[in-house]
């Protein structure tokens, strides 16, 4: 028996632009990879293996209808990204109470 096929997750599959354009492009509607394709300068063989990473990690829902494959975003795994980078915000909410009370100083 060999080795599990590699299972990319949320952060690796988003890590690319390429595949953050995929799913932007296909957050509001289904498209087939033909479609999709015209849509990005590099080859169709390059979309399809974008796409499949973002199917592997459970982004994009795929169904066939008759000889061609539909692509359409599933964002319910995008919420790991959102509680990661929620815990960041104290940081951010840190710094910009920082930079009010200092602006505020300068105007006394």
């Not at 060999?2 to 595949?19: I, L, N």
């Not at 953050?20 to 300068?41: H, Q, V, W």
């Not at 390059?46 to 990473?53: D, I, M, Q, S």
Request: neutral net charge.
């Amino acid at each position: 028996m060999g080795e599990p096929a590699f299972k990319p997750d949320v952060f690796q599959a988003v890590a690319d632009p390429t595949r953050r354009r995929l799913l932007t492009l296909l957050a509001d509607k289904e498209m087939p990879i033909a479609a999709i394709s015209d849509c990005f300068p590099i080859s169709r063989s390059a979309v399809n293996k974008h796409l499949h990473v973002l199917l592997d990690a459970g982004l994009l829902h795929s169904r066939r209808t008759g000889r061609e494959t539909r692509y359409r975003l599933r964002p319910e795994p995008l919420a790991q990204l959102k509680d990661w980078l929620a815990f960041f915000d104290q940081y951010w909410d840190d710094k910009l109470a920082l930079l009010k009370q200092y602006v505020e100083s300068e105007n006394e």
